[in-house]
């Protein structure tokens, strides 16, 4: 099996800062990509932003600029630091990892549980 557990998400006013963290542990051959995922009520969950294992990053055009994703590949860990926040980010956080479990197998998505960020105005 493999766990993603994700933490950091809470409560900040417009303007402010979060930095959310989400480690991989289980069954990880190779994690080929990690990345942030949000669903905000009443609406399809989005990419926030995406990095691979050799550090290629992606992003959403709404975030760019003000969200930064790292990743430690010997903790299988990724980071979302992010700035400026918006009303408009407040959404449930969703971390993905691709993710091979032996070398035998094909990469498969796992997700997190979800963690709350709430920006108010």
């Known amino acids: 099996q493999v766990q993603l557990v994700e933490s950091g998400g809470g409560l900040v006013q417009a303007g402010g800062s979060l930095r959310l963290s989400c480690a991989a542990s289980?069954?990880?051959?190779?994690?080929?990509?990690m990345g942030w995922y949000r669903q905000a009520p009443g609406k399809q969950r989005e990419l926030v932003a995406t990095?691979?294992?050799?550090?290629?990053?992606n992003y959403a055009d709404s975030v760019k600029g003000r969200f930064t994703i790292s990743g430690d590949n010997a903790k299988n860990t990724v980071y979302l630091q992010m700035n400026s926040l918006k009303p408009e980010d407040t959404a449930v956080y969703y971390c993905?990892?691709?993710?091979?479990?032996?070398?035998?197998?094909?990469?498969?998505?796992?997700w997190g549980q979800g963690t709350q960020v709430t920006v108010s105005s």
């Open positions: 289980g069954s990880l051959f190779s994690i080929n990509a």
């Open positions: 990095i691979t294992r050799l550090g290629r990053t």
């Open positions: 993905n990892a691709d993710v091979r479990r032996s070398a035998l197998s094909t990469s498969a998505d796992y």
